[in-house]
Every structure is written in structure tokens, then in C-alpha cells.
């Protein structure tokens, strides 16, 4: 049985451990808090920050694995070239890791390396630099940290007012040390997409159906599958994407998200590993979920093709107010709608937004998925976490 060092233990690393499981894997989770939901059904698990060099060094040497798997950014990622050198397997690459990590190198990957239509785009670190950077890619533009999750950091800056703001908040929302900031010209698009691609070692490079999604605050609010896209331009967004992770090398599912709008497809950002809007794959809209498919190309294990099984959405459940020990009203009375389930990630602590868990709603393969979309948030609406 393979052994996988599981580097970030939250709700996607937890669904992916239980895909893992059922094919046979043996995981260690690991985190810098304990109950971390993918500890939950793991067979071992680890507490320490993966920011800390050292304690990752020790980790790796304690448990000899036969993959390592990073499922979230704050990680001493440059440790990874040195892992490889010694035999390790990192997924789906050191080279990948580090890249996608890091907003800078695979924005500079994409726009400059392999020459993929991105947004007007700068950087910054310090003050002075963002005002700098703000004038010139112009207003209205966004404002990442180069490490973050979750839409932690960012904001759109339309005035003059915003700059100042923006540039704290992109600073309070960076994970790890690295303190640079992104500025993007804000990109006047239709509809965004994420395109689950999945790479093989011995297999070609699958795509999933598109799936659609609304964010809020910088995080996934819905998302839904699939989303109805011109053959043309899906067609260059798969061309993209096989590009970009075909220079990052390895096995494994790449979260891939595009801007589509007034003829144009845009790359956006990347990351090697199942992605939250992915989500709605647990509705059944596919053949094998998100986490099926990255534990199977990991694992070696074929996957022959991707089908679009039923249409469907996901909707986030989230808390309101900081707390410990969480529960749940309005479960029950959710389940009353036909065709609908939900996900409790377990985690022991709320605050303020934080994803707590996720509804899931379908229909037939020809119903549009929109219809799932409205049942998936009523229903988390109707979940109160006190």
C-alpha cells in the first residue's frame, strides 16, 4: 500500500483522504492544529506548520512516504526540490508546488514564459510600490497577496480612497512571510469558470465538464456543473491549460480557473490540487469526483475518460460568528427537497464566513444547472451554525 504524507488537512484534504482510503492508501495527515477534518479519517496525523523547515524535514524522515501531497499554500515549498533529490515523490512536482504556491512565478509562468492571454498585472512590496503599481494597470484593478486561500487579502480598489485599504488588507491576508502583493487589472468578463484538468503519467490529460461559480469576498459562494460555454472558447481554455501543466509536470487534478468574456479567454490563477468550486463533483455530476480522480492519478491507477453524469451545484454553508463546538439547525428540514445532500466538514472552531460545510443539489444531465444552483442555497441558508 502507498504511503501519503498529506500536507494540509482541511475539508478538500478530507475528501481526498477518503477517496484515498477507498483505494487503499494509507495517510498521514498533517496540519498546525489538532482535529483537523482530514485527521478525522486518517490513519496518523501530525501537528506542526508546515512554514517551519525543520519540523517538515522531520515529518518526512519519521514517515518515509511514498507521495507527498500538498493540499494547502502555507508550506516551506523549496523543501520539495531537495525531497525529490533524495527519492521522494512530491505531487504532482516540486517544480509545480513551488510555482503555483506563489501568484508571482505562475503568472510570470503563464504571461511570459508560455505566452497565455492573462490580465494587465503588477507588483508590489511596499507602500509606495502599490500606489505605483494601482496607477499603472489603472482602476478598477484587484488586490492579491501572492500567497493566500480562500479569497484572503483580496479587494478591488475603483478609487483613490481604496488604495491605502487595499494594501493592509492584502498584507493581513498573506499566508506565510512572504509580504508582495499582486495588482490585476480587473477584467470586465461574462462568466468565470474552473476547469478541473487531470494529468497521468501513463495516460493523456483529461478535462473535466466546466464548472461555474460566483464568488463573494474573493471566496466560492456556488459553484455549478457544467456550465454552458462556446466550443470555441473551451476549446482554448483546454489549450491552456494543457500548457501550463505540461510545463509543471506530474500527476494529479489542477484546479484551473479562467475569465470568459467579449471574445476573449483569460487565465486567472491555477492549483495542483482539488479546488473548492470542485465541490459539486460530490453531487455525482461526474463519473468519479474531483478526489477520485486526484487520488487515482497520483495513485497510478488509469483513468480512461471523464463523463458528465447529471447536472448539479454546490452551495457553502457558512458561520456567522466565532465559537467552538459547532452545531447544526435546519439539517433535517433541508433534506426535504428531493434530489439534495449536504457535507459537514467537522471543523471544531467558527468564525466569521468560514466554510463549514457545503449542500449539493441535481437533476438530470440536460436540466440547467442554474435550477440546482437556487435549490443548493436555500438549502444552506436554511443551516443555521450556532
Known amino acids: 500500500m502507498k504511503k501519503i504524507l498529506l500536507l494540509g488537512s482541511g475539508e478538500l484534504g478530507k475528501e481526498l483522504t477518503i477517496s484515498l482510503k477507498r483505494y487503499g492508501a494509507i495517510v498521514i495527515a498533517c496540519d498546525s492544529y489538532e482535529r483537523a477534518p482530514a485527521m478525522q479519517v486518517a490513519d496518523d496525523f501530525e501537528v506542526f506548520s508546515m512554514l517551519d523547515g525543520k519540523a517538515l524535514d522531520e515529518a518526512v524522515k519519521k514517515h518515509k512516504p511514498d507521495l507527498i501531497v500538498p493540499e494547502i499554500e502555507s508550506i516551506r515549498t523549496d523543501r520539495f526540490y531537495d525531497y525529490e533529490k533524495e527519492g521522494f515523490t512530491v505531487v504532482p512536482s516540486a517544480k509545480a508546488a513551488n510555482y503555483t504556491m506563489n501568484r508571482k512565478l505562475i503568472r510570470d509562468l503563464a504571461a511570459n514564459e508560455l505566452g497565455l492571454k492573462t490580465a494587465d498585472y503588477a507588483y508590489a512590496t511596499t507602500d509606495s510600490e502599490f500606489s505605483q503599481a494601482v496607477k499603472k494597470v489603472g482602476m478598477p484593478c484587484v488586490a492579491k497577496p501572492l500567497m493566500s486561500s480562500s479569497g484572503k487579502g483580496q479587494s478591488v480598489i475603483r478609487k483613490e480612497e481604496d488604495i491605502e485599504k487595499a494594501w493592509k488588507y492584502a498584507l493581513d491576508g498573506s499566508r506565510g512571510d512572504l509580504n508582495e502583493v499582486i495588482i490585476e487589472r480587473f477584467v470586465e468578463f461574462d462568466y468565470e469558470i474552473t476547469l478541473l484538468t487531470v494529468s497521468q503519467n501513463n495516460g493523456p490529460t483529461l478535462f473535466c465538464p466546466p464548472i461555474g461559480h460566483r464568488q463573494e469576498r474573493g471566496d466560492y459562494q456556488e459553484s455549478w456543473q457544467p456550465q454552458t460555454m462556446n466550443p470555441e472558447d473551451l476549446a482554448t481554455a483546454q489549450d491552456m491549460a494543457k500548457k501550463v501543466v505540461s510545463a509543471l509536470g506530474g500527476a494529479g487534478i489542477w484546479g484551473i480557473e479562467f475569465f470568459i468574456g467579449k471574445g476573449d479567454v483569460y487565465f486567472s490563477e491555477l492549483s495542483p490540487r482539488p479546488h473548492d468550486t470542485g465541490m459539486v463533483t460530490l453531487a455525482g455530476t461526474q463519473n468519479f469526483t474531483e478526489f477520485e480522480l486526484h487520488a487515482r492519478a ?89
Open 298 to 386: 497520483i495513485l497510478g491507477i488509469p483513468i480512461p475518460e471523464i463523463t458528465l453524469e447529471r447536472s448539479g451545484a454546490s452551495a457553502v454553508i457558512l458561520a456567522r460568528n466565532e465559537g467552538e463546538s459547532p452545531s447544526f439547525k435546519g439539517l433535517a428540514e433541508s433534506q426535504r427537497l428531493m434530489q439534495t445532500d449536504f457535507r459537514i466538514f467537522g471543523k471544531e472552531t467558527t468564525r466569521p464566513f468560514r466554510r463549514m460545510g457545503v449542500t449539493l443539489a441535481w437533476g438530470d444531465k440536460n436540466m440547467d444547472p442554474k435550477i440546482s444552483v437556487e435549490k443548493a442555497k436555500k438549502m444552506a441558508l436554511g443551516i443555521e451554525v450556532t
